[in-house]
């Protein structure tokens, strides 16, 4: 996480480089919370409506779903990343 917060913090006026961290703790904490909320829910509503076909098995394949939905949210962010900050290079 070190390179992050370097680079989210590299345009911080040096006063407030200590605010901006915290902020981005936050940020990340609640982010967190959030895409575990959304994950399970997939999960949830996916093994519910799946049950029929999979039957003790649909727990399993909402997890699976749930699973491919966060590595396709991951692809898009390391695309964004990638994309956004090719030319941008921290000095030290």
Same mark, same amino acid.
């Given at each position: 996480?070190?390179? #992050? #917060?370097? *680079?989210?913090?590299?345009? %911080?006026?040096? &006063?407030? !480089?200590?605010? +901006?961290?915290?902020? $981005?703790?936050?940020?990340?904490?609640? @982010?967190?919370?959030?895409?575990?909320? !959304?994950?399970?829910?997939?999960?949830?509503?996916?093994?519910?409506?799946?049950? &029929?076909?999979?039957?003790?098995? +649909?727990?399993?394949?909402?997890?699976?779903?749930?699973?491919? *939905?966060? +590595? @396709?949210?991951?692809? %898009? $962010? #390391? #695309?964004?990343? !990638? $994309?956004?900050?090719?030319?941008?290079? !921290?000095?030290?």
């Amino acid at each position: 996480m070190m390179p #992050l #917060l370097t *680079w989210g913090t590299s345009n %911080v006026v040096p &006063q407030k !480089v200590a605010d +901006a961290s915290s902020l $981005l703790t936050s940020f990340r904490t609640i @982010a967190g919370s959030i895409g575990s909320a !959304v994950f399970v829910g997939i999960m949830t509503v996916v093994s519910a409506s799946s049950a &029929q076909t999979y039957g003790d098995a +649909a727990m399993m394949h909402g997890m699976n779903v749930a699973f491919f *939905w966060m +590595a @396709a949210g991951a692809l %898009v $962010l #390391l #695309l964004i990343s !990638v $994309l956004t900050t090719g030319g941008s290079r !921290v000095s030290s």
